[in-house]
């Protein structure tokens, strides 16, 4: 074994004995606000949907969101749509639409301790929220409800942003099943 | 009205019974099918199978007749590439020992190019990066004597194997820099977080005699550049997200980054953007480049293009638009063109479908919609 995957692996496994699960999510949602807040301010998509209004050779709205106002907000507040506001950097299929929730993985499979990072905007709230991506693991692709966004993702040399590695990687059963949003805490004090 | 009925009825007479007085049909005999010559307009298509993605394949067609010609099993989530001498296919892959679950075993197959059965493996750690398909995941030295695997468990690192004794020489560490860019007989370059590239030098064993960090080829934060290198003369050019063409020549004993140049005008700057799995392409003797774009935003980088923008590699001027419109195939997320004197341009829409177009004029020559369910990256013979 490496050993960098031997430290990973040390230090994950001493965390998870030390901490519950909502408690290294808090911690880890107040490290991150700290450090993530600046270069993850939302993009203003509103301006740049008026803006493609009034100019045709403006850049386009991503087509997942290419939908009417009405049917738009009615898409951010349901998980089992890709326009769900909490999937803005999410690849992969949705578990809600696979026995889960937008937080939780479907029966017998396994969540991934590792995760990639996004900050999505609310707008119920009108709130950003730090959100982890977590992949679920140990069954092989659910197939449904595929969802491809990419706010603010980078490539694989970016790694804690990338949305394309199979985050199962380091699971006993690495394949790959579905895709969860788990929220961190907020990305403003 | 009675006689026509029985003139009809002795027609039939007449003609069953001279289907009867032929002789039967020979006995046929059960054989495989031998691949035809290789042609410059095969294309191997690599099919993610992403909606059951233990069941990756790459499906050898060609571009004149639309026939497919071939199938090589490609498991769960694989890098593929050529050999050097066309020879051979070296899939990265891992399987489970049940199917969907079980011991996971990662493995480099190799597949005779002629034949198309597996010719060897090479068993791996179980480290392999699983990630779409590039030219990087899984590469061969320039003469074939090393086969290099992008490890990441998220640790970083690559593996230098031995294709002719199948086995594994090394594991190099690359310090958080990803994939496996080969040049020369023992040279291999990572990108970094950095915007950097690290070239680490093999000795003849495999095993790390140097290694060194570029200048900067890219800001990652402004602009970050597609990982799927496109293969030009002396090297790999990489696009931008925002459409910038970064040139490196590999050739000498670092990396030589050239100047950059841009896909778009100012006006165009942020509103057309390339975009999707395998965003260009590079004929080398036209020196023409491909690329796949789209107006789009932040976070438009994976969609397809709606148009195809053609450029000429030495003036860096735009040749064509070729809008996708009235292709049938959706936004295009691939590209490849052959590499003869009357190229095929390959394009790959986001439903799955293939077209074939002249790479000359852009005119639409077919469509395949039995080439895969997505259809992320395709390979020259």
Redesign the interface.
Known sequence: M?P??RL?EKSSRSLAQRTSRRSFVALLGQALTGSLLL?LLP?DRVS?AEAAAADP???????HSAIGGGKRNVARDDPQNCEYWKY??I?GFLCSCCGGSSHSCPPGTAMSP?TWIGTCHNPADRRDYIVSYNDCC????C?NC?C????????????SRNN???W???NS????HCSVSVILGLAEQ | MRTSQSCAALLALLVNGAAFAAPPLPAEQLSIEPLPSKSAHWVYVIDEA?????DARVRLFDGDSYRHLGQIDAG??PGVIQSPDGGTTAVAT?Y?AR????A?TDVVEFTDNATLAVAGEIVLP??R????PTYFNVAYSADGHFVYVAY??????FGVLDPATKSVLA?I?TA????VIPSGPNRVSS???SGRLLTVTLDSAGHEAARALSEPLFD??AD????QGVPSPGGYTFVSFLGQVHSVDFSGAQPSIQPPWSLVGT??R??W?PGGSQPGAINAALGRLYVTM??????????GGTEVWVFDLKTHQRLARWPMAGSRLG?VTAVQVSQDKAPLLFAAGDHGAVGIFDALTGQLRHVDKNLGQTPWLFLNP
């Open positions: 490496h960098l995957d990973f270069p993009i740049r050779d403006a850049a386009a709205p991503p087509s803005c950097a690849d590792i140990g069954k092989t692709s197939g595929a491809n966004r990419n706010e603010r993702e980078k490539p694989l040399y970016r790694l394309d590695v199979n199962c990687m380091a059963d690495s394949n790959y | 992403f909606f059951n993605e233990i769960f989530s891992t489970y199917g969907g679950h079980g996971r179980p480290k990066a699983q990630i779409p990441i468990t998220p640790a970083a690192s594991e560490d958080g820099c990803v994939l990108l970094c977080d990652p934060d970050p550049v597609f990982i006006a165009e942020g509103r953007r789209h107006r789009g935003g932040e976070g438009s980088h994976k969609e936004a």
